[in-house]
Structure formats: structure tokens, C-alpha cells
């Protein structure tokens, strides 16, 4: 774009009713850009009148207001709001038209895209209740609120850019903190002018939701978030917290001491297989491995390996928002892994196997291999990278590991299920669950590894331990994903085979959407 039309544009942005004007005469009906509802814009007549007759049959509930950004996250959020409708609360979807995160947008667009949105939303009422949130007056932030905007905008930059530091004075942090501050401006003067009972969210850790998020926490409005992860036809869900921290503190207690089924020993044996197998199994959509699995012996010969014993440290992705704000005693991932790769350069006695997250590859930011490199430049003959891409399948180590090494990936989960001893660095789901080491300092975390060095083979698990952790990746996999009928990766082909109105019927998705409105959890983290 040239400068005078950047500058003519910047100039339009701020004259009522041009951008809206331009698109009506223009462009009426048709997208703006990249932001497009698409078909699901077309569908919303019938979801709306679906929504509105279960409605009918419905009890009155609660003020209940969705929020949204991005095209593909508003039609998702859309088709949760009217659902909710058909619950029969009533429902405001507020939005910001923002096509892309991490790309500055002339308002002059905004506006245009804006007009788009409203022009199709009016199709979904009465069952839904649009907010056009570019159109409103943003308050100012109080101090508490305005802080965790900075740090919510901090976590954007980590997400974007694949990094553990975000430059207070680069321009992405300053484009996150501006929408951040509006999105939370915008949705605090709405809410303090109507507030709702509930407030529902996707993620809530990350890019405007967290802002709105935050925003809900301010006010002290329970809210709900929601998150995706590889199962088709499941949610994650929590509240007054994001559902990316996977809090399953409650289900842990409920079920902890209920012995598991004969099937349900079956579904997790079966879908561990898959797992180390790199196969597809049942509802998920992922496979968590380069190449199938060729045996231990096959990586300990693939990788040098002696008979010393192997301690397996297996990495998360960088700026995953499953590691954002998930630090104990470390300042980050990176420094946790530089610390420990040091230490093990001083223990010969034993093997170290770094085995960086195969999900590297599909991402574009830097790898942890570099913090390997930062922290040793030569590596020792007993410290051993598996890169990424490499087709060593990570649980071949695993089977001839004596200890894992983990800060919040789901594969110390699955270590512990084969019996290791697993030092756990971050916060995670399965921490403190009786089957890992739980260090809370570098001291603690020192000294777990002095003893795990000296005597690896005294620090097994148990098999009531080992027993333990199957149980727990049971009901992790199982049942702490709620029944949904929509992915928000597969929306389309979702609403094709499960339109909103026969989704309406079926009584576990139902309580799924009963669950989204609840107001009575506890104030959350």
C-alpha cells in the first residue's frame, strides 16, 4: 500500500459513516479482506430459528454475554451463543472484527469489516443480541486491570513469535497491548452500563480473550473459557481460570480412589498404543510421533548409547500457550533446560537424551536446541539432541530410560505410566498427583537430581503408583474433555453433520452447555 493511501485511509478511518457508507454501496453482503464468515453466515436464519424453538421449551435463564475476535473464533463463538439461546438464556455475542493478531489494521477497515459482521449477525435475531464493540467508547483501565493487560499482552508476543521474552518496546508488543487495552476498555464500559450474570470465553489466556478474561475477573463476573485440543467432539472447559491451565484438581478427587473398569483399562491401553505407535486412534485428530515405534535397543544404537543409565528430558514447544505462565522455580523453559543440560554436563555417569518436541517443525519461531547450544556449545560425548524432525520415536527412549526429565508435556505423563521417576519443572496437570517428583526451588530440583544420578534405580514407581498414573491418564483423556459437538477446527463439517438444533437434542451436550453458564465455582487462580 502506498503512503498516501495509507494516509487516506488513516484519515477516512476517523470520519462517521464513511467506512460504512463505502462498504454499503460497495461492497454490501461481501467480506472485507480476509475476514469472512462464509457459509456459516449463511446458515445462521435457520440456527437462529432452531435456537429460538428450543428456547420456547426452555426455562428463562441467565444474562449470558459470549465474546469473540477473529473470523473463524466469531463463527464458532456465534454458533456457541445460539446454542445457548436454545438453553434458553439470553444471549449478546460481543465481538471485535479483527482478522489477523499480530498485523496493525487501519480502522478505516475496521469499520468496513465491522458493517460486514453487523450485516449478517442481524440475521440470528431475536435469538441473538450483536455488540459491536469497535463502536464503543472505551473506559479507562484502572492500575490492577491495566497490569494484567501488559502481561496478558506479553504472553501474545511469547505465543506469536514462538520466544520467552517479549520486548516491552517492540512493535508487536505495543500493537497487543493497544487492542488489549482497548478490547478490556471497550468491555469494561459494557459490562459496568449492563452487566451479565456469566460471561463466556474461548482460551482466555491469549490475544483479546485474555483481555476480556481479565476484564470479567476485574468486574468480579463469573466466566467461563473453552479450549480445543486433538479430540473431535470435545471441549476443555473451566472457570474463573483459562481452561489452558487443564485445572483437574476437582476430577482428580473425585475419582482418584475408584478403582477403573475392565473397559476403561482397555480405551487408555488402546490409545497409548496408538500413541507410541504414531497412529491415529477413535475421535483423536493427531499423531504425537514422526515414526512408528522400532524398540529401544533400536534408539539406543540409533543414538550411541552405552549402558549407563539414560535420563530422557523431553521438551515443549516454545510460546506454546500450554507453557505460558506455567514457571516454579525457573524464569522460563529455556533457562529450566539451559540449568539442567549444565548440570548433566557434570554427571558423566549417566546419559542424558534431549529429545526436542517433534511439534518444532511446525511452527516457524526458534528451536530449543538453541538454549542446548547456548548452555553447551560442545556437547559432551554423554548428552544426546534428537532434533524435531529426527525419526527416533520418543517412546523407544522412553523403554530404555531409568528417569524422565519434564517442565509440562504430556509425555512425563506417560513415562510415569511406564514406570520412570519423572521430575516435573512446571505446572502442569499430573504435578502433584503422587506419581512425579515435584520440585518447588533449584534446590529442591538439585537435589532430586543428586539422588536420581546416585541411585536411579531406587526412585522406580511403585506399581500402585504406576497403576496410579494409567488412572489418571484415564480420566485426563476421557472424561476431563467434556462431550461438544462442534471443533472449532472442523466447524463446518461439524455443523454439517450435527446442526445446532439436533446438537440440542442429545442430552450430553446439553449438560456441556448447562456447565458454560454455571455461576456458583470458586473465584479461580
Not at 377 to 384: F, G, S
Request: one cysteine or more; proline letters at 7%.
Amino acid at each position: 500500500m502506498t503512503p498516501i493511501k495509507r494516509a487516506l485511509k488513516d484519515w477516512l478511518g476517523e470520519i462517521p459513516l464513511t467506512a460504512e457508507t463505502y462498504w454499503l454501496l460497495r461492497q454490501r453482503g461481501q467480506p472485507v479482506g480476509g475476514f469472512r464468515l462464509g457459509e456459516w453466515a449463511h446458515q445462521l436464519p435457520q440456527m437462529a430459528a432452531e435456537a429460538e424453538a428450543h428456547a420456547a421449551q426452555a426455562p428463562a435463564g441467565k444474562r449470558v454475554c459470549v465474546f469473540a475476535t477473529l473470523h473463524y473464533w466469531l463463527a464458532h463463538a456465534g454458533t456457541v451463543a445460539l446454542a445457548l439461546r436454545g438453553m434458553g438464556h439470553e444471549v449478546s455475542l460481543a465481538y471485535l472484527p479483527f482478522r489477523q493478531w499480530q498485523q496493525p489494521a487501519h480502522r478505516f477497515d475496521l469499520r468496513r469489516a465491522d458493517a460486514y459482521t453487523r450485516w449478517h449477525l442481524r440475521k440470528a435475531r431475536p435469538a441473538l443480541n450483536p455488540v459491536a464493540l469497535l463502536r464503543e467508547r472505551p473506559a479507562p483501565l484502572p492500575p490492577k486491570l491495566a497490569e494484567a493487560i501488559a502481561q496478558a499482552s506479553a504472553y501474545d508476543v511469547q505465543y506469536t513469535l514462538q520466544v520467552e521474552e517479549a520486548d516491552p518496546a517492540s512493535p508487536l508488543y505495543r500493537l497487543r497491548l493497544q487492542r488489549n487495552t482497548f478490547a478490556a476498555g471497550a468491555l469494561l464500559a459494557r459490562w459496568q452500563r449492563r452487566r451479565p450474570d456469566v460471561v463466556v470465553i474461548p482460551n482466555g489466556l491469549i490475544l483479546e480473550f485474555a483481555a476480556a478474561f481479565q476484564t470479567a475477573r476485574f468486574l468480579g463476573i463469573p466466566v467461563t473459557t473453552y479450549e480445543f485440543g486433538e479430540q473431535r467432539e470435545r471441549v476443555w472447559m473451566d472457570w474463573n481460570r483459562s481452561a489452558m491451565f487443564q485445572d483437574t484438581t476437582a476430577l482428580w478427587q473425585a475419582v482418584r480412589d475408584r478403582p477403573l473398569t475392565e473397559a476403561q483399562w482397555q480405551a487408555v491401553r488402546e490409545l497409548f498404543a496408538a500413541r507410541r505407535g504414531g497412529r491415529l486412534w477413535a475421535n483423536f485428530a493427531r499423531q504425537w510421533q514422526n515414526a512408528p515405534s522400532a524398540g529401544g535397543e533400536q534408539a539406543r544404537k540409533a543414538l550411541g548409547l552405552d549402558n549407563r543409565p539414560v535420563f530422557l528430558l523431553a521438551t515443549n514447544v516454545l510460546g506454546d500457550s500450554l507453557t505460558l505462565g506455567r514457571e516454579i522455580f525457573s524464569r522460563s523453559l529455556a533457562e529450566w533446560l539451559r540449568e539442567t543440560v549444565r548440570y548433566f554436563a557434570r554427571h558423566p555417569e549417566v546419559q542424558l537424551v534431549v529429545r526436542i518436541h517433534p511439534g518444532e517443525r511446525l511452527v516457524s519461531g526458534p528451536s530449543l536446541a538453541e538454549a542446548v547450544h547456548a548452555a553447551l556449545p560442545a556437547l559432551p560425548e554423554h548428552i544426546h539432541l534428537v532434533p524435531a524432525d529426527s525419526s527416533i520415536n520418543t517412546y523407544d527412549v522412553v523403554d530404555i530410560a531409568s528417569a524422565g526429565l519434564v517442565f509440562t508435556t504430556t509425555v512425563g505423563l506417560e513415562m510415569a505410566m511406564s514406570g520412570l521417576p519423572v521430575v516435573v519443572a512446571g505446572r502442569t496437570h499430573y504435578r502433584e498427583r503422587d506419581f512425579t517428583l515435584d520440585p518447588t526451588s533449584w534446590e529442591t530440583y538439585f537435589a532430586a537430581l543428586d539422588e536420581l544420578t546416585a541411585r536411579p534405580a531406587d526412585f522406580r514407581l511403585s506399581e500402585e503408583q504406576t497403576r496410579l498414573a494409567w488412572k489418571y491418564a484415564y480420566h485426563f483423556f476421557f472424561d476431563y474433555p467434556r462431550p461438544f459437538p462442534w471443533h472449532i477446527m472442523h466447524l463446518k463439517e461439524d455443523l454439517a453433520r450435527r446442526p445446532l438444533g439436533k446438537a440440542l437434542q442429545r442430552d450430553d451436550f446439553r449438560a456441556t452447555l448447562a456447565a458454560m453458564t454455571r455461576t456458583d465455582a470458586p473465584a479461580g487462580e
